[in-house]
């Protein structure tokens, strides 16, 4: 039956950015990651365990509206998760506790969201 097979799995995640420099910076020490290549307006990061490739996509235009699609970082704690990305040039938008799982809602420096994410 037609439809009833996935078609693919996400083989990568772009990130746009305005300052590429300071964009590697940030995900680099955020995450740990390397930076596995370098053409033109991209960065590709080596990938980490089995999950999705990440990569950098500089763009002309600023960030006007709400990012619709974001990154979920798991963390085991959550303050010294934040406190790093602020030190690193995020900023913190909104936090959610709701005891056994939670959330805190970042920005990073290209005002692109993405949430730090603890329990199940």
């Known amino acids: 039956m037609a439809g009833t097979q996935p078609v693919g799995v996400i083989g990568q ?4 950015v305005n300052d ?9 020490e955020l995450l740990g990651l390397e930076v596995g290549g370098q ?13 999705p490739r990440l990569y950098l996509q500089k763009v002309p235009e600023k ?6 699609l974001h990154l979920d970082i798991a963390v085991e ?10 030190e690193l040039g995020a ?5 959610f506790d709701h005891g056994d799982f939670g959330w ?4 990073d420096p290209d005002g692109n969201e993405f949430c730090f994410t603890f329990g199940e």
């Open 13 to 16: 995640i772009g990130i746009d």
């Open 20 to 28: 590429m420099g300071r964009a590697i910076k940030f995900w680099t």
């Open 39 to 51: 053409e033109d307006a991209y960065t590709h990061f080596k990938k980490q365990n089995d999950g």
């Open 63 to 68: 960030k006007t509206a709400k990012t619709r």
């Open 77 to 86: 704690d959550m303050d010294a998760a934040v406190a790093r990305g602020v």
């Open 91 to 95: 900023k913190k938008i909104q936090a």
């Open 104 to 107: 805190t809602i970042m920005e």
